[in-house]
Structures are given as C-alpha cells and as structure tokens.
C-alpha cells in the first residue's frame, strides 16, 4: 500500500476536489443518466465544507478526500473521492478505518449514500455499513458504532 496521510482541508482544495469528483463519478452518472459536466463540479462547490473535510496525500501529493459532516443523529461521510489509479490498494480503506474509528471512539452513528451500482457499495459493506433504503439513484447506509 502506498504512503497516505490526511490534513485538514482549506478553501484553497475545492477545485482540485471539484474536478476529481468529476472524474471519479463520470462513469456511474453517465450509467445512471445523470451526468452533467458543469453540475457534477458545482454540487461539489456549494457543498464544500473545508470544516469537515480531509485531503487524503500519496507520497505527498493530492489523492482525493473524504469529508465527515456532523448532524443531528449522525455524523455524515460525504465527498469520499481518491484518484482512480489509486483505487483498490487499500488507500480507501485506511482512510475509511481511521475516520470510523474516531466515529466508534465517540459512540457516533455514521450515514451516507452510494450511488446505484457504484462499486464503493462494497467497500462500505466490507466497513460495517448497511443498506437502510435506497432509490432510482442513491444507495443510504448507515453503521452503528463499533
């Protein structure tokens, strides 16, 4: 696995976030019939949240977020985005496992949603999450803490 560390994200990250995010989803919203070019990077815009954000770095250079938003019930793993060459060599998983165990530590719910098909489903699966309802379009899971 390759060297991976976390920091804090600044307002200064949203567009290299904006623009992975873009890629990284391109293939599942085409499938869904949900791609658009210019909204794909402006949800992320407007959602941006350095606050509650993390850039994840691979030896040092910008692989992609995740960000982990406090709510009423739970706390929320969002923009969870890392540079397609760098998916499935467990960089995902370590990120994952830190955040959830900072989660279970405080006792704390964690939700999110997956898009339809998304191969990532498996990865939350393989985390602890379960399936609470889904839709045409977004998969909602929820772990309770460990």
């Avoid at 976030?17 to 919203?29: G, K, S």
């Avoid at 279970?104 to 609470?132: I, K, M």
């Amino acid at each position: 696995m390759a060297d991976w560390g976390i920091r804090p994200a600044s307002v200064s990250d949203v567009e290299a976030v904006a623009e992975l995010r873009a890629v990284v989803l391109r293939a599942d919203l085409e499938r869904l019939g949900r791609y658009d070019e210019q909204r794909v990077r402006q949800r992320l815009r407007d959602g941006f949240d350095p606050a509650h954000t993390w850039v994840i770095a691979v030896d040092g250079a910008f692989a992609g977020c995740v960000a982990l938003r406090p709510a009423e019930d739970a706390h929320w793993l969002e923009h969870f985005y890392l540079a397609p060459r760098l998916q499935g060599g467990g960089v995902g998983s370590g990120v994952l496992r830190e955040l959830l165990e900072r989660c279970d530590r405080r006792g704390v719910l964690v939700r999110l949603n997956v898009l339809q098909g998304s191969p990532a489903r498996r990865l939350y699966e393989r985390h602890g999450f379960t399936v609470e309802s889904e839709d045409a379009v977004d998969v909602f899971m929820v772990r309770k803490p460990a």
